[in-house]
């Protein structure tokens, strides 16, 4: 009889199992489909110098010089920002947020950096929000691909990337990036005012996607 009841024993343990997966395979689905999708393209204008001036050199790298960029870029330089951002790429369009945080040189042969920033909206339909952006920035590469990491307000718990790329280089001093960001939020955060696109440019709709 022991011996019997081992083999019925496995079938219920596996039987389980199975329906625990099932479940599991069931619930997920539902869970992404309760995600409502976020587009923005917003452009952040990094000026390091001058008349205007929004990043600033907190920390010094000790090196050693980074062989790929200019000379007086150094392994470990430390970057804060307190950027501009704006819908379109001129800094004359109109200003719907700032991009606040940091940005550090690591790699000792590539000009690669890490940026960990906040976006600020304060104009649109995401006014008072907030996106957690993070990741590695190889600015040898057209496009670069960071991770939206949180969120607050409408875009609380925010998960998805940024397409990142440099629009243009106004001057040594001004370089302009393209924050293209592709996203997701619970859908029980709060719609955005007035959920369409208009009059707000940098919301991308699905059908333009």
Known sequence: MG????????RHLV?????????AAAVAPLGEARRQAVRLRVYMHDIVGGAGQT???VVKGPGPANPSMSPGNNFGDTVIIDD?????PSLASREVGRAQGTYMLASMARPVFIVDITVVLTDG???????????????????????????????????GH???????????LHAVLELDVHASVPAAAVAPSGSGSHGHPFLVTSASE
């Not at 011996?3 to 496995?10: A, C, D, F, L, Y």
């Not at 039987?15 to 479940?23: D, E, K, T, Y």
């Open 55 to 57: 990043s600033v050199v």
């Open 125 to 159: 339909p995401y006014n008072g929000s907030t996106i957690l952006i993070a990741g590695r920035d190889d600015t040898s590469e057209e496009v670069r691909e960071l991770a939206v990491v949180g969120g607050s307000g409408m875009l609380r718990r925010a998960s």
């Open 84 to 88: 501009v951002v704006t819908e379109g």
């Open 3 to 10: 011996s019997s009841s081992v083999p019925e024993h496995r």
């Open 162 to 172: 940024v397409l990142w790329r440099t629009a243009k280089v106004e001057s040594k």
């Open 15 to 23: 039987a389980a199992v199975a329906l625990i997966l099932a479940v």
